[in-house]
C-alpha cells in the first residue's frame, strides 16, 4: 500500500511519517543500539495500528523477528565495513543440538569457558617421558605449571613448557623430558586466547588494577563482554575498568575465534569442575550425564536416528556411508539373535589408515607445513579484512592466490590486493566440473576471473578451448611456470571426468565408514571395554580395528590366495577364468569378503608377534622360504575351501517396482470387431525407425498407418518401395 519495493524502504517511510506528525520523539543515548531500535519500532507501529486496524498482534510479531531476528547471508563491503571488529560474520545461520543437553545449542569456541574447556581437556590428556622412561601423567604440581602457562599466553611451544618446568620444578631439559603429542610432530600447545589478551591488556602499565589482582566477578564481566558486546558497550566497560585507551584499542580491533564446541556452554559449565579436578573428557560425561546417548552397554544396535545414538552418528549425511552403516547393523543384529553379543569384533581398516612410522613422519610433517600456510594465510587475510575474522573461503582465496603467483589461470590477469576476498570480479573454479567429478578437493580449484569462468562453465579446460588452441597451451605454460602441484596439471590435462577419478574419494569415505563403524559397535559394550579411552584399559577392548594390509599379507603366508572354488552358471561354466584369478585373490566373486574375517578372527596379538619375528628374519637376510609363518592349524586351506562352498552371497534387495513387468516387444492376441481372438495371429510393439517398408501395411491402427504413409510420401515414398533413410 506504501508503494515500498522492500522492508527497509517500508520502515524509513513508516519513519519519516511517524517524525513528521510528532517531531518530539526522541531516542535517549543511553539505550543501547537494539533497544533504540525495539523503541522506535514500538513507538511506529503504535502509530502505524490507529490507521492500519488490519496489523494484528501475529502480523506484528512477524514483522518484529524479520527486522530484529534475521541475519543476511551476503558478504558485501558496506557490511563488512559497518560491523565491527570482532563481529562473527561467517558464522553458520544454523548451530547444532548438544548431544548432552539437547534443548541447548553448541558453546562458540570464543566464550572464555569454551577455551578453558578445551585446555583442561588436552592438558589432561598430556603424558610426559622423563630420561627416556615409559609415558606418566603429570603430576599436580607439573599440571599447575603448565596450566599457568598456557592460561598467560595465546599458545605456548613445548620447550618453553620444558623451561618453566625446569624452572620451577627441576623436571630437566630435552631429550630428557618429552611430550606425548610431541611425537605428532606438534611443536606448542594452544593457550586460552580469551584471558590471554586480557591478562597481557591489563598489566600495571596501562591498567589501574592488574588482572592479577583484579576480583574474579569483575574478571568474568570483562571475559564475556569481550567476546559478547559491541564496540560502545565493550569501551565504556574498560574505561570503567581503569584500562588505558592504547590497550582499549588493541582489545577493541581483536576477533574471537570462529566455530563451535561440541556441547554447549550449560554441558561445559557442569563438567568444568571435574576437568578443572584433573579428569577426562569421557570421566566428565559419563559423570554428569550417566544417561548419555551410548553412555551404557546395549542388547542391540539402535537405528542411527535414535535419541539412544550418539549425536555423532546422528548427523552423518554422506549416503554411502549411511548405507554402509545401516547394512552393518542388520548383519550384526542378526548374529546377536541368533548367536548371542560377541565377545570380540575386529573392523578390518583401510590399508591406508595404517601406515609404518616413516610413512606417519612424512604425513604429520605434510599436515604440520600445510597448517603453517593456512595460518600464515589466515593473518594475510585478517590485515586484509581489518581484523576480522576471515573465512575459510577468504583462507582459501590467499593460498590459491599466493601459489599462482596473484594471477588469474585461466586469462593471465594480475589479481588486485583489494579485489582478492570481495568476491565480485575473481572467482574459485573447479577445474573438473563438481557436478559431475564430486571433487571439492583443493587440488582442484583455482582463482580465475569471473568472465573466464562463466565461460568455461560444466565442461574441462579441453572441452572449453580445445587441446590445440593457443589459449589452452598458454594456461599449461602458467601453470608449470607458477610450479603448481602435479595433481591440478594432471586435472587441467583430462579431457574428460574420468569414474577412475573418484577413488580417492571413496578411498575417504572407506576411512570414514571405518571410523564410524567402530564407534557404532562399541555401543554394544560397556565403556571400559571400548576403544575410545585408554585411561579405561582395565578390560580387554571388546571392538579393536586391524590393518587391510597385515590382512593380505597373512593370507598370503598362510596360503589362503586361491582358496574360492570356482564360480559357475547354471550351466555349470565358470563364471570367471580360473587362469585370471590363479593363485590370487579373486574381487568378482564376493566370497573373498569372507576368507578375510577368517583371517581376521584368527589375528591374535600372538599371531602379530609372530608376524613380527618372521619379518625380522626376512630382514636378517634369512631366504624366503626358510622364514615361514604357518597357520593356525595344518587342514586350515582345506577347511576353509570345504565351507566356501556352502556361502551364499546375500545382497541388499531393490524395494519398490523399476521396471516394466515384461519386455515391450511382448506379444498380444489380436481380437476382431466382436472382441473375440482371432486364432494365429498377433500383435507386438516396434519402433518407427525398425520399421521396414514391407511392415508399413501391417500397422494394426488405421489412423496410425495413415499418419505414417502420408509422412513418408511426403519425403518422397510410394507404396512397396524401400524407406527413404
Known sequence: ASGARTLGEFLAGLRRRQLEEDPTIRIRARHTKREMYAKEFDLLVAEQRKHHPELTDAAIEQLRHVVFDQRPFEMDEARRAAAPPRANLHRAPSVKRCPLEPKERCCPKGLWVAQRFRLLKEVNNLRVSVNFQPDRELTDEERKVVLEELEAHESRKFDRIRDALQKRLGLGHDPAVQFNLERGRRNKLDGNVVEAKLRKAFDKKHAVVPWAEMPEPAKERLRLALVEDEDDELRAKLEEAGLSEEKQEALLSWAPPDGYLAYSRKAIERMLPLLEAGASEFEAVQQCYPKSPGGDAMDRLPPLSSKETPIELRNVTNPLVLRALVEMRKVVNAVVREHGKPARIIVEM????????????????????????????????????????????????????????????????????????????????????????????????????????????????????????QQYREILARAKKWGLPGPKVRRLQAKEVDADQFSARQLNDTRYISALATRYLELLYPPEQRVGDPRLATHPKAVSVCSGGTTAELRRLWGLEGVIPPMTDLDGAPVVDPSETAGRKSRADHRHHAVDAVVIGLTTPSTLGRLSHYRRALEKGAARGEAKLPAPWPELRHDLQRHLVHVNVSHRPRKGLYDALHEETFRGA????????????????????????????????????????????????????????
Open 350 to 469: 583401510a590399508r591406508e589408515l595404517k601406515q609404518g612410522k616413516r610413512e606417519r613422519d612424512e604425513y604429520s610433517k605434510r599436515v604440520r607445513q600445510r597448517e603453517k600456510e593456512r595460518e600464515e594465510a589466515a593473518s594475510f587475510a585478517r590485515q586484509l579484512l581489518r581484523g576480522a575474522e576471515p573465512s575459510r573461503g577468504d583462507i582459501l582465496r590467499v593460498l590459491l592466490w599466493r601459489e599462482q603467483e596473484e594471477h588469474c589461470l585461466y586469462t593471465g590477469d594480475p589479481i588486485p590486493m583489494e579485489a582478492l576476498l570481495q568476491g565480485g570480479e575473481f572467482d574459485v573454479d573447479h577445474i573438473l566440473p563438481r557436478w559431475q567429478s564430486l571433487d571439492d578437493s583443493y587440488m582442484n580449484k583455482v582463482l580465475v576471473r569471473r568472465s573466464a569462468n562463466a565461460g568455461k562453465g560444466d565442461r574441462t579446460v579441453i572441452q572449453w578451448l580445445g587441446e590445440d588452441s
Open 670 to 725: 489380436v481380437r476382431d470387431g466382436r472382441g473375440n481372438v482371432v486364432e494365429g495371429r498377433f500383435t507386438t510393439r516396434k519402433a518407427l525407425e525398425d520399421l521396414s517398408h514391407k511392415e508399413i501395411a501391417a500397422i494394426r491402427s488405421k489412423e496410425v498407418r495413415g499418419i505414417v504413409e502420408r509422412r513418408l510420401r511426403d519425403l518422397g515414398w510410394t507404396q512397396g518401395a524401400k524407406l527413404p533413410k
